[in-house]
C-alpha cells in the first residue's frame, strides 16, 4: 500500500502548471482507481488538454445518490522568476517537511485520498463518496465552474463537499469572492507636440484607475463589515498597468487589470456594473475628442465567495471528522463557493498553510499530512459505523 506521503511525492512530481497539461496526473489517478475496482469519469476541456476527473464510491447498498465529495485542484502554479533551494518538481524532505511545487497547494490532499483510497473502497459506506478533481483552480476556477454542470449530466449530487485547499485542516466556511477584470482604453496616437489631434489612453486609464481607488475607499469606509476576515471588508486594487509607446507620442493604448474580493454581503455583480458604467462615461468623453476612441471592459475571472452558514451539516461534518473548529473566513478564493452555490452544502478544510502556497520552496509539514489522514480515516469509519450519523440527517455531539 502506498503511504499518504509517497502519493503526494509521485504527483508532485508530475509538472501539472496550469498553462500545460494535467493529463499525465489524471491518468496516473485513473488508474489507480480502476486498480480498486472503481470507474472514473475523465471529462476532458474543449481542446482535451486537461481534464476533471469524478469518481463515485457507492454506499454499501450500491447507491450513489446523496453522499460527501472530496473535492481538489491539479494543477499548480508556476516557479517561473522563483528562487527554490531545490528541484520543485522533485519533492524532498527537511526537517519534517515536503518541499515541492504543490506539496502544499494542494497535492497532499489528494495524496492522502489516493492512500485512504483502498479503506474507502472497501468499506461497508452508509453513504457514497465522491472524488471530484479539476484542471485550472489557478487561473480562475475554470474546471471546477465546468465540474458543477458535469456532476449535473452524470447525475452525481452529493449533499455536503470537502474542499481541500491548505487551512490546517481547520474547517473553514468562508472567503471572498474573487473578481479579475481588464480595462482597455483605446486612444488615438498623434505626436506629443499635437495633443489635440490625439487621445490619450493612459490619461483616460488613469481617471478608471482612480475610480476603482475611489470605489475600495467607499468599501472601507461604508462597509459592509465581516469581522471573520482579517481585512473585514470588500477590497479593490489595480496590480497591473502597461501602455503608451514612446516619451513623445501621445498613447494610443493602455491596459489595466483591477481585481475586487468581495464580502458575501456584496453582489460582485453590481460592483462590475458600477465599473462598467463608469467606463461607459468614460468612453463618451473619449469620443466627444475622437469618436475612434473605445473602451473596453473584460472580465478574467469571477469566482463566487463562500458563505456557509456555522449552523451547515458541513461544517458538522468537518468537526466531527476531527477538523479544527473556526470562525475564521480565510481571504483566498476556492472552488468551494463554486459548489455551495450549487446546492452542496460546502467547506474548506485541508492540509498545509496557505502561507507557504504559490511561494519559492513550498511545503507541506509532515504532521499536516498525518492530520489529514486521521480527517480521512474518521470519514471512513463515521460512514461505516453500523448507525451512521449522516452528514445531513442527524444531530452531532458538541
Ligand atoms: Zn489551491
Not at 482597455?184 to 484607475?209: C, D, K
Not at 467607499?218 to 516619451?247: C, H, I, M, Q
Not at 458563505?307 to 458541513?314: I, L
Not at 509532515?366 to 445531513?392: I, K
Request: hydrophobic share 40%; proline share 6%; with cysteine.
Amino acid at each position: 500500500m502506498t503511504s499518504a506521503l509517497d502519493w503526494t511525492k509521485r504527483l508532485v512530481s508530475v509538472d501539472t502548471t496550469s498553462r500545460g497539461s494535467n493529463l499525465e496526473l489524471i491518468d496516473v489517478v485513473s488508474k489507480e482507481l480502476q486498480g480498486h475496482g472503481l470507474r472514473p469519469a475523465v471529462l476532458p476541456n474543449d481542446d482535451g488538454t486537461k481534464a476533471n476527473l469524478v469518481v463515485t464510491i457507492p454506499d454499501r447498498d450500491g447507491r450513489s445518490d446523496g453522499g460527501i465529495a472530496l473535492s481538489g485542484h491539479t494543477d499548480v502554479v508556476p516557479v517561473d522568476g522563483q528562487d527554490w533551494d531545490t528541484d520543485p518538481f522533485t519533492p524532498q524532505i527537511r526537517d519534517g517537511r515536503l518541499f515541492g511545487r504543490g506539496t502544499c497547494d494542494m497535492k497532499a490532499f489528494i495524496g492522502v485520498i489516493l492512500a485512504t483510497l483502498p479503506d474507502l473502497a472497501r468499506a461497508p459506506l452508509a453513504e457514497p463518496v465522491h472524488i471530484v478533481l479539476s484542471y485550472d483552480e489557478e487561473v480562475g476556477c475554470l474546471g471546477a465552474a465546468r465540474m458543477v454542470g458535469e456532476l449535473a449530466e452524470l447525475g452525481v449530487r452529493p449533499t455536503t463537499c470537502i474542499v481541500g485547499e491548505p487551512t490546517r485542516m481547520r474547517v473553514t466556511s468562508g472567503h471572498k469572492s474573487v473578481n479579475l477584470l481588464e480595462l482597455t482604453v483605446h486612444g488615438v496616437a498623434a505626436h506629443s507636440s499635437l495633443t489635440p489631434q490625439g487621445v490619450n489612453a493612459i490619461e483616460y486609464a488613469a481617471r478608471a484607475i482612480g475610480f476603482i481607488r475611489c470605489l475600495s475607499e467607499e468599501f472601507k469606509r461604508e462597509g459592509p463589515y465581516d469581522k471573520a476576515y482579517d481585512v473585514p471588508y470588500t477590497t479593490a486594487s489595480v496590480n497591473l498597468v502597461d501602455g503608451g509607446s514612446a516619451g513623445n507620442i501621445v498613447a494610443d493604448l493602455c491596459r489595466a487589470q483591477f481585481e475586487f474580493r468581495a464580502l458575501a454581503a456584496v453582489d460582485p455583480n453590481e460592483v462590475r456594473a458600477r465599473i462598467q458604467a463608469y467606463c461607459d462615461d468614460l468612453q463618451e468623453r473619449m469620443r466627444q475628442e475622437n469618436t475612434q476612441a473605445h473602451v473596453e471592459l473584460r472580465t478574467l475571472a469571477m469566482v463566487p465567495g463562500l458563505d456557509t452558514g456555522g449552523a451547515s451539516p458541513a461544517v458538522r461534518l468537518g468537526a466531527v471528522l476531527g477538523g479544527i473548529p473556526s470562525t475564521n473566513k480565510v481571504t483566498y478564493g476556492t472552488e468551494a463557493g463554486l459548489f455551495q452555490g450549487a446546492g452542496i452544502e460546502t467547506i474548506v478544510c485541508g492540509p498545509g498553510d496557505i502561507r507557504q502556497a504559490h511561494t519559492a520552496n513550498e511545503f507541506v509539514e509532515l504532521d499536516q499530512l498525518r492530520a489529514c489522514e486521521t480527517f480521512l480515516e474518521n470519514l471512513v469509519l463515521h460512514l461505516s459505523t453500523p448507525s451512521p450519523v449522516t452528514a445531513h440527517s442527524a444531530v452531532h455531539p458538541g
